[in-house]
């Protein structure tokens, strides 16, 4: 059964930073491109960063310069580095690992910045 768990979301003053997890099992990600995902309520679900099997990233334009996203595939995890947050950064981050068939999502984590 392939499960992705985030953890490392909470609560943070805007400019604080946060690094969120995503620990993959059950299967190997390290061909497939990862990514972060978020939905702030009333709002759909926006990319926020993804990665490569080569480590080519990809970022919105509201996070460039401010997350990083990596990968470390030994551990079959990725990372979201998240520096000089703002309040419109409030949201569920969901992890995701892209497969050509299927997309495998996490059960998400709550990211709020207070001002």
């Known amino acids: 059964q392939v499960q992705l768990v985030e953890s490392g979301g909470g609560l943070v003053q805007a400019g604080g930073s946060l690094r969120l997890s995503c620990a993959a099992s059950?299967?190997?990600?390290?061909?497939?491109?990862m990514g972060w995902y978020r939905q702030a309520p009333g709002k759909q679900r926006e990319l926020v960063a993804d990665?490569?099997?080569?480590?080519?990233?990809n970022y919105a334009d509201s996070v460039k310069g401010r997350f990083t996203i990596s990968r470390d595939n030994a551990k079959n995890t990725v990372y979201l580095q998240m520096n000089s947050l703002k309040p419109e950064d409030t949201a569920v981050y969901y992890c995701?690992?892209?497969?050509?068939?299927?997309?495998?999502w996490g059960q998400g984590t709550q990211v709020t910045v207070s001002s």
């Open positions: 059950g299967r190997a990600f390290s061909n497939n491109r």
């Open positions: 990665i490569g099997s080569g480590g080519i990233t």
């Open positions: 995701t690992a892209h497969t050509w068939n299927y997309n495998y």
